[in-house]
């Protein structure tokens, strides 16, 4: 299969990327608005997907909400019910479809 460039995003909140990152017994949700590299973290208790949604809705509240999210194919993010919530935000979510995972954060 040829590869593809990936298109640069124009704006702002075009596209946020996101994983899950763990430390010490800690997990966190990374978000990157990959057109202004602007980075946060936000802690969650568990990897499910209502920890995820209740995080993404408080970076949505910070950065605003992006026209796409793209992830790995982590449970919480492969979960039917997020991507339902994410749709009814009017939120496009792109499921990563390489082993190498978001290279965009990772």
Known sequence: MPMKITPKPEHCRDK???DIYS????????CIDIYSK????EQIKTK??????????????QLGKPKLLKADRDGAFSSLALKR???T????LQLNTTKTGVADIE
């Open 23 to 30: 430390s010490e017994g800690n997990h966190y949700l990374s």
């Open 89 to 92: 935000e009017e939120v496009e």
């Open 85 to 87: 919530w994410l749709e």
């Open 48 to 61: 499910d997907w209502v920890e995820c949604k209740n995080a993404l809705m408080r970076i949505f509240n």
């Open 38 to 41: 602007f980075a946060t973290l």
């Open 16 to 18: 946020f990327v996101i």
